[in-house]
């Protein structure tokens, strides 16, 4: 069989915040996870792609214009009195909990039970504040933003679109997509009966309502605001579901916010200036936010979107998302993939991210001097943290991971990783 480097399962886990380099749990490195199993390059189905036309986005308002009476039509049908359509048992955007570590680094056997979630009703301000300007502490000079400034337009509106069209909530064990107030009260069967576009145009009403609903709650969803329904659609799904990759490895925020996770401890999911300042994880309030050497992220909606329902696709992220939830079947590997084979060529060019300065030193030295500054504690004698950009992410990858939701596992987490000369 064909050995593949760039496309390779890794070992077992389920958050990429870990104490050392970024994915090492207990001493043990991703590379001492490796499994023997590689996969044949061609036993990967593609999902087929268009051509990206930079400043295509009629087929997302175009797939409105066709249906008005037909959804006219759904709309009246609509019967007072009837039960409400249930959305699923996830709280949305809940995000979810690191898995514990056993002993050589294994997570320990999934949990048949659903995670708990933190309350997220408060909005966040000054997401992108440095600690400097937050706590009035001698912080560095905020550092210089790697996003390029002038982007055009991603270029994904058709890949989105052609996702879109795809889209299934089922095939990544994420909730239904929400419908729109006006049709709330339509009965299980009668949802079912839908057809299948009339049914999509739902789900953007649903979606732009959803949006306006929970964005100040939900600070991450703010990227996708003005976004095109496509994206609006899947990124509403995901935010539905309990994995954390929209919200700590998407397009929310500045990348400053990325530079203070990796030298402050800062997790860009916490709402909460002052928790988030003082180090306390957005996504489980009861513990310490931690970090490895590299924060990154898809800082642009709609490649996030395309890599996100693309990765759904891949045979290996199928095959994970279906590892039964029981005790004794072990937690299903992460999948890693280039960048290049969900976003295309250019797609390294939507990445960014930061990483640690320093060697191992750095990292006690960073905890340190976290803590002294959450006591309110005299900095001037502790190494101050530094982070540094990432120059680039082209020949990078893409790492999935997975965690249980108590019932099925669902897509834990997303992020890019620049290429290992880079590392």
Not at 57 to 65: G, I, P, V, W, Y
Not at 409 to 414: F, G, P, S, V
Request: proline residues 10%.
């Amino acid at each position: 069989m064909l050995e593949h480097p760039a496309f390779t399962r890794l070992g077992r886990g389920s958050d990429d915040q870990t104490e050392q380099g970024g994915d090492v749990q207990n001493g043990v490195t991703p590379d001492d996870q490796i499994a023997v199993r590689t996969v044949e390059a061609d036993d990967r189905a593609r999902l087929e792609q268009p051509d990206v036309n930079v400043n295509e986005h009629a087929a997302d308002s175009d797939a409105k214009d066709d249906l008005p009476a037909a959804v006219e039509a759904v709309d009246a049908a609509a019967v007072a009195g009837r039960p409400e359509v249930p959305e699923g048992p996830n709280a949305a955007g809940s995000g979810d909990i690191p898995e514990p570590a056993a002993e050589g680094g294994m997570p320990e056997a999934p949990s048949t039970e659903a995670p708990a979630r933190p309350d997220d009703s408060k909005s966040g301000t000054d997401l992108g504040n440095p600690p400097s300007e937050n706590l009035g502490v001698d912080g560095p000079e905020a550092v210089d933003q790697n996003t390029p400034t002038e982007l055009p337009s991603s270029g994904y509106a058709e890949r989105v679109a052609e996702h879109d069209k795809q889209w299934d909530t089922a095939e990544g064990n994420l909730p239904p997509g929400p419908l729109p107030d006006s049709a709330k009260d339509l009965d299980s069967e009668a949802i079912e009966s839908l057809n299948p576009d009339v049914r999509r145009v739902l789900e953007y009403q649903g979606a732009a309502e959803y949006i306006a609903e929970k964005v100040d709650a939900h600070p991450w969803l703010k990227p996708v605001v003005d976004a095109s329904p496509a994206v609006q659609r899947i990124f509403t799904a995901i935010d539905q579901g309990t994995g954390h990759a929209h919200i700590r490895h998407g397009p929310m925020g500045s990348d400053q916010m990325y530079a203070d996770r990796v030298a402050y401890l800062e997790d860009p999911a916490q709402p909460d200036v002052a928790k988030r300042e003082a180090g306390i994880d957005g996504l489980n309030p009861a513990k310490k936010h931690n970090c490895g050497r590299e924060a990154t992220r898809i800082h642009d909606a709609e490649a996030f979107v395309a890599a996100f329902a693309a990765a759904i696709k891949l045979p290996d992220v199928q095959a994970a998302l279906a590892t039964p939830v029981e005790p004794t079947i072990a937690p299903p590997f992460a999948v890693k993939v280039p960048i290049a084979e969900l976003l295309g060529p250019d797609g390294h060019k939507y990445c960014s991210g930061y990483r640690l300065e320093g060697g191992q030193e750095a990292w006690q030295a960073r905890k340190e001097w976290q803590k002294a500054r959450a006591l309110g504690e005299d900095l001037t004698d502790l190494p101050e943290p530094r982070a540094k950009p990432i120059e680039t992410f082209e020949g990078g990858n893409v790492v999935i991971r997975f965690k249980s939701n108590g019932k099925a596992y669902e897509i834990n987490t997303l992020f890019v990783e620049p290429p290992v000369a880079d590392q």
